[in-house]
């Protein structure tokens, strides 16, 4: 069981960038899959999750209407438009299965993080 996040980098403000988060040895069915991200000297945070077998979504209050999450075959998506300096931060996939759930201590498989950074 792997989950494997892609798609950091560096942008300018009110760029653009789209995470991925692919899972390896299973499959999503039932599973929610959310993003988190921690900036350095800030607590880890819940940015978006989705359940895969509905598409139910959720977004904190900070990126909506910016983030897309979404899923396609065994992989979730978290498009990133209008990005600003604060979304700077290392960004996590996690998974948990038969949950819905945006608390970080219920996600029970965690992928690699991936570095995004805003700045001019």
């Known amino acids: 069981v792997q989950l494997q996040a892609s798609g950091g980098g560096l942008v300018q403000p009110g760029g653009s960038l789209r995470l991925s988060c692919a899972a390896r040895?299973?499959?999503?069915?039932?599973?929610?899959i959310g993003w988190f991200r921690q900036a350095p000297g800030k607590e880890r945070e819940g940015v978006s999750r989705?359940?895969?077998?509905?598409?139910s979504t959720y977004y904190a209050d900070s990126v909506k209407g910016r983030f897309t999450i979404s899923r396609d075959k065994n992989t979730v998506y978290l498009q990133m438009n209008s990005l600003k300096p604060e979304d700077t931060a290392v960004y996590y996939c996690?998974?948990?299965?038969?949950?819905?759930?945006?608390?970080?201590?219920?996600?029970?498989?965690w992928g690699q993080g991936t570095q995004v950074t805003v700045s001019s």
């Open positions: 996690a998974a948990v299965r038969g949950v819905i759930t945006t608390r970080e201590d219920e996600y029970d498989y």
């Open positions: 040895g299973f499959n999503l069915d039932y599973y929610t």
């Open positions: 989705i359940y895969f077998t509905t598409g």
